[in-house]
């Protein structure tokens, strides 16, 4: 599972924590933006262990630990404004909207050091938090999230430059080798092929992965890590066997991030209702995708990871939401609808940016009741999946 926190401290992540263990998630994934850890350094001298803030991360890793759900794999992303070309990642470039910036390449190495430290500090060899895997980057085929650059090309062949620096520092004297460092993190969704849709790789993974090979690092990732969110289950393994069958990838895939919104789409959004489904079909639908993903065999593809995204809003975006989103009491009072809820959700949570969830947590860090959270069809899906118990009844989640 991997559940969308807020920046926010204490009780969201804890509820969140305390769901994901109530959800019997055998594992989640979560983040750690390099910016937010190492956001101050004198430019060209390396920052130091003292100049670290670890502190949030630190805790909230804890807290899911502490509830006996573990954290499998982290996904570090946004460089801070002292690695970025220029000195700071623009909010904006031609009109388009930037999420977070790469590093320069002069800044590679700046990026070995949080690398190999982060692996010390949170790998499985020398911490308590063990965790095991390391991605690196979110979608970086995204124009976006690669600082506005519009070159694909160039931007694939970056991003492999810079994961081999991740690599190096992960593995380093003073790292972790233990650590699989998993690479791609892909934007890949699609509707379906009957529509227009493609379950082909997108260019920037057909770039990277020939890039890569015919360097000869495609043994320094583990795993090529792909979020296929589809319109119908049966494209999720097809997505996987295509990636699978880049040079160098030799199938081994994983998938990151892949669900579905219950609900309906606004007229705005309607080029992306194949994202929409109703709450049962919703269930349907995951429970498909696991099956036919586990009758995978080993010589289409070695998949080590299905994560379902989790993607609730418990914070509002106020260029999103605007203030009407959240009452005097810090509650949502309407829906934002990527997917609407109709009727809206009522009480704990009435605002939803994305209806992924299993579950729902208030702002202020309300959680879901047992009968609210187990009245959805896809908790109780997620539950069987995960146990092997059939949850037909009255199960307790």
Request: proline share 8%; with cysteine; hydrophobic share 35%.
């Amino acid at each position: 599972m991997r559940p969308a926190l807020a920046d926010k401290e204490d009780l969201p992540v804890v509820a969140q924590a305390q769901l994901a263990r109530r959800s019997k998630a055998r594992f989640v994934e979560l983040t750690l933006p390099w910016r937010q850890v190492e956001g101050t350094c004198n430019v060209g001298v390396r920052c130091g262990e003292a100049r670290y803030d670890w502190g949030k991360f630190d805790r909230r890793f804890q807290t899911f630990i502490e509830r006996e759900v573990p954290v499998k794999s982290i996904r570090i992303t946004n460089a801070p404004d002292w690695a970025v070309d220029g000195g700071r990642c623009p909010t904006t470039l031609n009109d388009r909207r930037v999420s977070m910036c790469p590093p320069s390449p002069d800044h590679y190495s700046a990026l070995r050091a949080f690398a190999r430290d982060a692996a010390h500090r949170y790998g499985p060899t020398f911490s308590k938090y063990r965790i095991q895997r390391f991605g690196l980057w979110n979608e970086p085929n995204l124009i976006n999230n690669w600082g506005g650059s519009p070159s694909v090309f160039r931007n694939a062949h970056q991003y492999s430059d810079m994961l081999a620096a991740f690599y190096d520092g992960i593995t380093s004297r003073g790292g972790d080798p233990a650590v699989k460092v998993d690479a791609g993190e892909i934007a890949a969704g699609s509707e379906s092929p009957l529509a227009g849709g493609s379950d082909e790789p997108r260019a920037w993974a057909r770039y990277f992965a020939s890039y890569t090979d015919r360097r000869g690092r495609s043994s320094e990732y583990d795993a090529l890590t792909i979020h296929p969110y589809s319109e119908d289950p049966t494209q999720i393994p097809t997505k996987i066997f295509n990636y699978g069958a880049l040079p160098g990838v030799e199938g081994r895939v994983n998938v990151t991030e892949f669900g579905w919104a219950a609900g309906t789409p606004p007229p705005r959004n309607a080029d992306q209702q194949w994202k929409c489904t109703s709450a049962q079909e919703q269930a349907n639908k995951f429970t498909a995708t696991v099956q036919d993903v586990r009758a995978m065999d080993e010589s289409e593809a070695t998949v080590k990871q299905l994560v379902w995204f989790s993607g609730v809003d418990n914070q509002p975006d106020p260029q999103r939401h605007g203030s009407k989103c959240v009452d005097n009491t810090g509650r949502y009072n309407s829906v934002d609808p990527t997917c609407e809820l109709d009727p809206a959700p009522q009480g704990e949570v009435r605002c939803v940016t994305n209806a992924f969830g299993l579950y729902m947590v208030a702002p202020d860090g309300t959680l879901d009741s047992a009968s609210e959270a187990c009245a959805r069809p896809v908790e109780l899906a997620f539950i069987a999946a995960v146990s092997g118990r059939n949850t037909s009844g009255a199960p307790r989640c």
